[in-house]
């Protein structure tokens, strides 16, 4: 049973940083690609960001497009979410997800494209 755990949420002020974390409890050589999703309260999850695990190509939702990065490091079987200049609307519950399958259609960017989850972390930035 594949286990993904997040770590690293907390509150934080307008204007500052967090870095989440999700290591994953199989290897990652053969991943095809982990994101991060959110879910704000009485919202729909939303897609937040991706990495392809082979070749580190990212991709971002506009909203945090310029304030987050995703990262990845294939010996710790960790993803990362850098996450800047957090904005009270980055408030939400944050999940990172993986696939090990390959999926055609880069980048994965909605639910049904990802067959594992971590419980999520919460983030929240006060105003």
């Known amino acids: 049973q594949v286990r993904l755990a997040e770590s690293g949420g907390g509150l934080v002020q307008a204007g500052g940083s967090l870095r989440l974390s999700c290591v994953a409890s199989e290897r990652t050589l053969s991943l095809y690609a982990m994101g991060w999703f959110r879910q704000a309260p009485g919202k729909e999850r939303e897609f937040v960001a991706t990495i392809r695990w082979s070749d580190g190509d990212t991709h971002y939702a506009d909203a945090v497009k310029g304030r987050f990065t995703i990262s990845r490091d294939n010996a710790k079987n960790t993803v990362f979410l850098q996450m800047n200049s957090l904005k009270p609307e980055d408030t939400a519950v944050y999940s990172c997800?993986?696939?090990?399958?390959?999926?055609?259609?880069?980048?994965?960017?909605?639910?049904?494209?990802?067959?594992?989850w971590g419980q999520g972390t919460q983030v929240t930035v006060s105003s």
């Open positions: 997800a993986a696939n090990w399958a390959y999926r055609s259609g880069w980048p994965l960017t909605t639910r049904d494209r990802y067959a594992y």
